[in-house]
């Protein structure tokens, strides 16, 4: 392995337990499933179970695993989609991704890995002659498409896929009756309808519906990505707080059917649980977040993120060595050649 990318991993490591803002809408279902089902008994246990079976569609795609892994005892790769749904974009059909990442598990460190794939990503689909943006995958091929362009690009399994929309969001917050958040500034914002200045928001705490909060979580007019990704945790810790609060208890199976019907995964219920375990290790989780660098780029007048080659061989290469795979470095050792070559004769 090279100095280069050596230097660069270790990096990528001091950056610890800051969780990427856009899994807000797409981890807070799931947390609040697990906490219902782990906390309220075995009528929300079955509820759970149900809705999860109900969003289950897996996907066929060609695995880049000789064997499918067991998630109780290998080490798994997520890709989770996130859809930004409305009633004039219809879910799962001909809708670009909002947000992609990929995560990834381990048991032996109990260590999570995340990377966000920038939705202007400039990257290869299989299948389409020339290069566009990675959210149109989807778009073009669904779910199908969206791993194998993920897979190809990162050269790493995607085990399991979660793919929500912001439906889920909305109905989670509705089904617990609203949240007590600050607003830290006044704002106008489009609501879920894509209408604009429908939501006004004056500073300070108050109790949020699930529109209003739906706004605040995506402002991004008078301050920047980071203070954004605060807000949203935020959030999403309002949430948690109110969907464990025994008033909410009542709330709970409203909560679940929400989720089953704004949700699609190739998890099972099963798989689920065994996920679950992380959380509850005495060893606590070892989260590190990964980001791939890049230039902006206008090509035939449409803008493009260009992916930095370097940085994306450093990031399947921490992805690798996550999940394990085989001949990680010297697949990874490949890759940043060829692309190193590629970028310099372009």
Do not use: C
Request: proline letters at 3%.
């Amino acid at each position: 392995m090279s100095q280069q990318l050596r230097s660069s991993r270790s990096n990528q490591k001091k950056k610890r337990r800051r969780i990427r803002p856009i899994v807000l809408w797409i981890f807070t279902p799931l947390l609040v499933i697990a906490l219902s089902a782990a906390a309220y008994g075995t009528f929300l246990y079955n509820k759970a179970e149900s809705a999860i079976n109900k969003s289950y569609k897996p996907v066929d795609v060609a695995s880049k695993r000789i064997v499918k892994p067991n998630p109780k005892l290998d080490n798994v790769s997520i890709l989770l989609m996130g859809v930004d749904d409305s009633q004039t974009r219809h879910f799962g059909t001909g809708t670009r991704t909002d947000a992609l990442m990929v995560v990834t598990l381990n048991k032996k460190e109990n260590s999570v890995k995340m990377l966000s794939i920038p939705r202007d990503s400039y990257v290869a689909i299989p299948g389409r002659s020339k290069k566009t943006k990675i959210n149109e995958a989807n778009a073009y091929g669904g779910t199908k498409l969206a791993i194998e362009t993920v897979q190809d690009l990162l050269d790493v399994p995607v085990d399991y896929y979660v793919k929500m929309n912001f439906n889920a969001f909305l109905d989670v917050v509705d089904a617990l009756g609203g949240i007590n958040v600050n607003v830290p500034y006044a704002l106008s914002e489009q609501d879920s309808k894509d209408r604009p200045d429908a939501i006004h928001l004056k500073s300070g705490m108050q109790h949020l519906n699930s529109e209003e909060a739906l706004a605040l979580a995506r402002t991004r007019h008078k301050d920047n990505d980071i203070q954004r990704g605060l807000r949203q945790q935020q959030i999403l810790k309002a949430i948690l707080k109110k969907a464990v609060s025994v008033d909410s208890i009542p709330k709970e199976g409203k909560v679940i059917e929400a989720v089953g019907k704004n949700m699609e995964t190739s998890l099972t219920f099963d798989d689920i649980k065994s996920l679950i375990s992380y959380t509850t290790s005495s060893k606590g989780l070892d989260f590190t977040t990964l980001h791939v660098d890049g230039k902006d780029s206008t090509i035939g007048g449409v803008y493009y993120y260009q992916l930095d080659p370097h940085s994306l061989a450093n990031a399947k290469l921490e992805l690798q060595s996550s999940l394990n795979t085989e001949s990680a470095e010297s697949t990874n050792a490949e890759t940043f050649s060829n692309t190193d070559k590629e970028a310099s004769n372009s």
